[in-house]
């Protein structure tokens, strides 16, 4: 007979979330519509796709997040330095 080991109950998140769903916090902020998400209780990740919808955060979705925050922080740095321009050149003028 083998002995089941009551120390580290790895089942029960999975358990817990089979039973009651999973609860899901926001871990990145990706793009203002992009976000990925991890259950609080087994670590099940997910990500916003391109239609909207949630889907399980693969490899190549998180190699596309990646590709989506840097163009988003690049259009976001160059909409902060365009309005810092304006607001100079409105208080010239
Ligand atoms: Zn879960």
Do not use: D, W
């Not at 089942?11 to 769903?21: E, S």
């Not at 990706?30 to 990740?45: G, I, L, P």
């Not at 990646?66 to 208080?91: C, D, F, G, N, P």
Request: hydrophobic content about 25%.
């Amino acid at each position: 007979m083998k002995k089941t080991p009551t120390s580290k109950p790895k089942l029960l998140p999975k358990m817990y979330c089979n039973i009651f769903g999973h609860e899901y916090q926001v871990t990145k902020k990706v793009t203002y519509h992009v976000k990925e998400y991890t259950c609080r209780h087994c670590k099940k990740e997910l990500t916003t796709n391109s239609n909207g919808t949630l889907t399980e955060l693969t490899p190549k979705f998180k190699e596309i997040n990646a590709i989506l925050e840097r163009i988003h922080t690049t259009r976001m740095e160059r909409l902060k330095r365009k309005s810092i321009t304006s607001s100079i050149y409105s208080q010239l003028v």
